[in-house]
């Protein structure tokens, strides 16, 4: 055991002292421990006896075309899955169960914000998903080629993802609050020919217009053939609509002419999925590879051991497409299983605060998925707006994306789950791998301001830069030893930025997946997380870097350099605060800061915007020139900057 040899911040060395303090756990309810779809203690046994039957057994549950001859070939960092299996993963998601007594269960229930409802049954999906599929085969997509997808929770973008799986298509889905710059340089990079988008999105009762935006990004890209744009109002059989540019199409018209069967397209088990862009440590965005055969079986099996989703349940997962939590866990791990998705567009508090209830009561919600922030919005509006509504039937919240707070944990356990006697559940990964690989199940107790334990199969402990474990308690890298099939294969045209997850550090002369993060475990196996290493914000579950904003505040025609920090906030867990020299002879109008924020909103989107702008004279520095973003964290907080002579480089 070795010391901890990372400077903690303020924060985070409080959160371990308020761990060391040990809050009262709760303990798994009698009944929901009975329920528990595995027992985790003879899972994880088993997955450590022989993985790769563990994890073929896994594989199992879904339809392969031809079978795979290998389990794992793994070159580390490189590792492969279900070595010669052929498959389609929408055959899993759709056919199959339209070939069952599911084929008139609902799939998809979409609720919109103003109150709109459409339910999809798994034989009215098949349908939509194959006609949509038909017409992209005929635009000539087909397997391999990337198609960017920028739409909000609506069917149509689910529709979309599932129609370019059918074909083999690597879909890019772009969460759209994202703004022009971001979408361009993800078009850009996945080398994109089609973008599908919507026209807008609601939010908070307002139409927000998203295609002004996708012009923009598309204008001078010469790789993009096509855009297919979904109009909000428009209907199947609606007249053709008229177009302004020659590569623009209608989501509706093009499929009109088309059959509702599409031949899947049989694919390799290590074929890409899809792709979807995180930000990293510098400001060009991270094409994560994820690969079918692997990703399904990761999904497909912590749907039903980890969600604990079963047939008769209804889900709700109050994410979006555009996040890794919508990928996996609205659309392809829980209609693997033939799961009833409950998806709702819009925020969690509008049009009133109790509208996530209401809509809980009136479908009989049993499962829900959300995040801290959504948590302890809930929680400043009091516990009146929930208590009002029979849940009854929601016995298990799960949370990922950001920290979970003891405060809001205990809240939500009394007042979201407490009339089923359920429980919450904290759950930790990354848009690199697609699935829990912390968490806290049913079948053991929940700590407060911990994560859980290591889900079955997964490798995973906490270590000081040269790989040896830490002491309990005390703060490390958190490291995972052995790949997942769920785990990225690849960074999108740059296998070196991949390279570097595996060639961080190393344990017993192995190379090891280094997550970025800090945590701490306890002597009995307890995760907690504390937060990131790098220069990686985490806004409301959403992973936005530093360089990110800067970047963006540099394209500002008045700045000359720019910082940009992560602080404390209630709500959001972070918020941003961005440090701006502005370039010599600008007159500060008193428009500036809102111009600032403007700029940064059209660019990367709301998230990302920063909610304070200080404007200084300079930045502090290394004599090489690196920004101490340590030192304008810790003035902002007052708190100690620590020993700063380490960064005298
Ligand atoms: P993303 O790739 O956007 O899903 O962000 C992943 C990052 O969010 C992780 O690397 C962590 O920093 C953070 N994160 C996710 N889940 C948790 C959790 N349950 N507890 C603490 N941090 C989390």
């Given at each position: 055991m070795s010391e901890a040899d990372i400077e903690l911040t303020g924060s985070q060395k409080s959160t371990i002292d308020s761990l060391l303090k040990g809050e009262a756990p709760i303990a798994p309810p009698a009944w929901l421990r009975a329920r528990s779809v595995v027992d985790h203690e003879s899972e994880v046994e088993r997955a450590k006896a022989d993985p790769d039957a563990f994890w073929a057994e896994k594989a199992d549950a879904l339809h392969w075309e031809t079978k795979w001859t290998e389990v794992t070939r793994f070159d580390l960092p490189h590792h492969k899955w279900f070595v010669g299996g052929r498959l389609n993963a929408t055959v899993s998601c759709i056919d199959r169960h339209v070939y069952s007594d599911r084929r008139n269960k609902a799939a998809l229930i979409w609720v919109s914000e103003d109150g709109d409802e459409r339910t999809y049954t798994y034989n009215r999906l098949y349908r939509e998903v194959n006609r949509f599929a038909n017409a992209l085969r005929a635009m000539d997509v087909g397997r391999g080629d990337r198609v960017v997808i920028y739409m909000p929770l609506v069917p149509e973008g689910i529709i979309t993802m599932l129609a370019c799986a059918r074909i083999g298509a690597i879909h890019s889905v772009v969460y759209a609050g994202m703004g022009t710059q971001a979408l361009k340089a993800r078009i850009e990079d996945a080398g994109a020919k089609v973008v599908v988008c919507s026209d807008a999105t609601f939010r908070r009762g307002k139409r927000i217009e998203l295609k002004p935006a996708v012009d923009e990004a598309v204008r001078d890209l010469t790789q993009v053939e096509a855009v297919i744009v979904h109009r909000r109002g428009s209907k199947p059989g609606d007249a053709a609509h008229e177009f302004e540019s020659e590569r623009e199409y209608d989501w509706y018209d093009v499929q009109a002419a088309h059959s509702i069967h599409c031949p899947p397209e049989v694919v390799d088990s290590e074929h890409p999925l899809f792709i979807l862009y995180t930000s990293g440590t510098t400001g060009k965005p991270k094409g994560v590879v994820h690969a079918t055969g692997g990703y399904m079986t990761g999904v497909n099996y912590l749907s039903r051991a980890?969600?604990?989703?079963?047939?008769?349940d209804i889900y709700w997962s109050t994410?979006?497409?555009?996040?890794v939590v919508g990928h996996s866990f609205i659309v392809y791990g829980p209609l693997s299983i033939g799961a009833t998705v409950l998806v709702r567009e819009?925020?969690?508090?509008?049009?009133?605060?109790d509208v996530t209830w209401e809509l809980c009561e009136r479908f009989g919600v049993n499962l829900m998925f959300t995040a801290p922030t959504a948590l302890r919005m809930w929680m400043s509006h009091g516990a009146d707006a929930v208590d009002?509504?029979?849940?009854?039937?929601?016995r298990l919240v799960a949370c990922a994306g950001e920290p979970l707070n003891p405060e809001a944990h205990r809240w939500a356990q009394e007042h979201l789950v407490g009339q089923s006697d359920g429980m919450v559940v904290d759950n930790w990964w990354q848009t690199e791998i697609a699935g829990p690989v912390l968490g806290t199940l049913p079948s053991f107790e929940a700590r407060m301001g911990k994560v859980g334990k290591t889900m079955p199969g997964v490798f995973a402990s906490v270590v000081d830069k040269d790989g040896q474990p830490v002491e309990a308690n005390s703060g490390g890298r958190l490291v995972i030893e052995r790949p997942l099939p769920y785990m990225l294969r690849t960074v999108w045209n740059d296998d070196d930025r991949y390279q570097e997850y595996w060639s961080q550090i190393q344990v017993d002369g192995q190379p090891v997946y280094t997550a970025g993060d800090v945590a701490v475990q306890d002597e009995d196996g307890w995760f907690a997380v504390l937060g990131r290493m790098d220069d990686v914000m985490n806004v409301a579950g959403h992973r936005i870097g530093t360089a990110d904003v800067e970047g963006s505040l540099l394209r500002h025609r008045d700045v000359a350099e720019s910082a940009v920090v992560g602080l404390p906030d209630e709500v959001k867990g972070e918020r941003i605060k961005a440090f701006v020299v502005l370039k010599s002879g600008v007159d500060v109008g008193a428009g500036l800061h809102a111009s600032l924020r403007d700029h940064v909103r059209e660019d990367l989107g709301p998230i990302a915007t920063p909610s304070e702008i200080e404007i200084r004279d300079s930045l502090p520095k290394t004599?090489?020139?690196?920004?101490?973003r340590r030192l304008l964290r810790a003035e902002s907080l007052g708190e100690d900057p620590g020993d700063l002579s380490t960064l005298a480089d």
């Open positions: 980890f969600y604990q989703i079963e047939d008769r994410s979006d497409i555009g996040w819009g925020v969690p508090d509008y049009p009133t605060p009002k509504y029979d849940l009854t039937r929601l004599r090489s020139g690196k920004i101490v």
